[in-house]
């Protein structure tokens, strides 16, 4: 696909000039921020994307890039790969510039600096369309709430980090810093109550699409650790994890791991009033075995048969008055199952919960047809 370049007139021989580079899709430019998402240096692809040489990026925002339309999605994901270490939004471009749509990615560097991607969007008739959903199930209307939802929210969660930095000069009153704060934390938890939503919604109807990678189980179970590990020392709790660093990898789907270990994590923090959360794992006839374990509240026999159904709690709050939403293990085990695997749970009232995951390693098999057109040949996967 070649890309369109809009004629700017200010830099219309560079347009000439570049418009032949544009021949691969995988051309990116690549940005480097500091800790106050300053661009501290840029690839040779902003002469590409921007018409401008790199050394005049230095010092600029990321928002000065872009249309001030798409302001509020970028200072939002900017937010969430603060967080989350990734976040992903497509933004157009200012007028000035040699092309109108982009993606960008967003990851978080060390010692809160960043580094932004720039890849053209791909035009929708380039994208392989998603398989129709089966007629009269709620996913669609779902899918439909959660985007009109989102949108607003990445809004409220963009603008209100950039008055909490005071991106735009000093807010005066230290009261509107807190509150701006309450804000943006408040928004992230309803949006990220929507996205279990939606992907619950998908693991339940087999629509959750599956995306494995080759992954050091270890590593992302670390980081899910390295998460809530503070919650853990403001509660006094001590996390061991027994993970052995030999597990080697595994083609799993790293997003499944991490939503599913954190949500573990978090409900043992959540039901842990004293003592210590351990983690271990092991590999399994091609399977990655997970447990945590808490010295935790417990639960009723009764509570356990309905644990894992949408919106049940087996408690109304945690032992530090933390209340939940019923979602978390819900997802887990839908999401489990989605992947080829399964989580059970075990527990005993004043004696703690044992929780289980398996995840089978997903082995991607090219069909008959891939050797005559791979491009075209659909991806499968088999459990192995």
């Known amino acids: ?53 790199p050394g005049k990026l230095r010092g600029l925002q990321l928002t000065e890039l872009i249309d001030s339309k798409g302001h509020a999605a970028l200072l939002g994901a900017l937010s969430k790969a603060m967080v989350e270490g ?37 035009a929708a008739n380039d994208e392989t369309p998603p398989e129709p959903a089966p007629v009269g199930l709620p996913a669609d209307q779902l899918a439909d709430v959660s985007h009109e939802l989102r949108t607003p929210l990445n809004a409220v969660i963009g603008f209100a980090d950039a008055l909490r930095q005071e991106s735009f000069g000093p807010l005066g009153d230290n009261r509107y810093r807190d509150y701006a704060k309450v804000i943006q934390e408040s928004g992230q938890h309803v949006l990220s109550l929507v996205n279990d939503l939606l992907d619950l919604s998908k693991a339940e109807t087999e629509r959750f699409d599956i995306q494995p990678e080759l992954v050091e189980p270890q590593a992302v179970i670390a980081s899910c650790v390295s998460m809530v590990q503070l919650d853990a020392d403001r ?24 939503q599913v270990m954190l949500n573990l994590l978090s409900n043992a923090l959540k039901f842990t009033e004293k003592g210590a959360i351990s983690i271990r794992a092991h590999r399994d006839h091609g399977a990655l075995k997970i447990s945590v374990e808490d010295t935790g509240i417990g639960m009723s026999a009764s509570d356990l048969k309905r644990v894992g159904e949408r919106f049940y709690q ?19 085990r839908a999401l489990a199952k989605a992947h080829g695997g399964d989580l059970s749970i075990e527990s005993e009232v004043g004696r703690g919960t044992l929780a289980s995951l398996m995840l089978p390693a997903i082995e991607i098999r090219p069909s008959a047809r891939s050797s005559e057109d791979p491009a075209r040949a659909p991806r499968k996967r088999s459990v192995a």
């Not at 921020?33 to 040489?53: E, H, M, Y």
């Open 235 to 258: 509660a006094g709790l001590t996390i061991r994890n027994l993970v052995s660093t030999d597990l080697g990898p595994m083609r799993l789907d790293p997003k499944v791991l991490r």
């Open 86 to 122: 990734r976040a992903e939004v497509s933004v157009t471009l200012r007028r000035d510039a040699l092309i109108d749509d982009v993606d960008l990615l967003i990851e978080r560097r060390g010692k809160g600096a960043l580094r932004t991607v720039m890849r053209q969007r791909r």
């Open 1 to 53: 696909m070649t890309a369109t370049l809009r004629q700017n007139p200010a830099n219309s021989r560079e347009s000439q000039v570049f418009q032949g580079r544009w021949t691969e899709r995988s051309l990116a430019l690549i940005l480097e921020q500091n800790a106050f998402g300053a661009i501290t240096s840029s690839s040779k692809a902003s002469w590409d994307f921007l018409g401008r040489p």
């Open 314 to 332: 087996a408690r109304q709050s945690g032992v530090r008055g933390t209340k939940g939403s019923g979602i978390g293990l819900a997802l887990s």
